[in-house]
């Protein structure tokens, strides 16, 4: 929910799914969930959903990281201020599967898109 409100917004074309311990929640054009484990069962309960990707802040990313079968991370070779991060990972569990990069000319940094499979 915290992730949702710095947005601002649902994030367009896509299923948006917020995760809060208000029970009585409700945000127009969002599924709120109470628990990790409700999500997870939702999704196996529904054929036409294929991904579910999870967005910040660390508790949430602690929350699912025990049901990921990938990672999609992006790396930003500079450092910035921050209060979220990403769970440490046991690398050697994980196999790099394909990895982009580029140049971001406004911040003058370079960028990595990498994909990580279970092993």
Known sequence: RKTFDSIG???PNRKNI???KNK???IDSVEVFNSAEDVIDSYKNNSEQKDLYVIGGTYIYELFFEY???L???YV???YLGDAFFPKVDWNKWKLIS???GFNDKEEVNFYFRDYERI
């Open 9 to 11: 917004r649902p994030l």
């Open 18 to 20: 917020v995760l809060s």
């Open 24 to 26: 009585s929640l409700k």
């Open 68 to 70: 990921c079968e990938y």
């Open 72 to 74: 999609n991370i992006t």
């Open 77 to 79: 070779d500079k450092e």
């Open 99 to 101: 990895e982009e990069s």
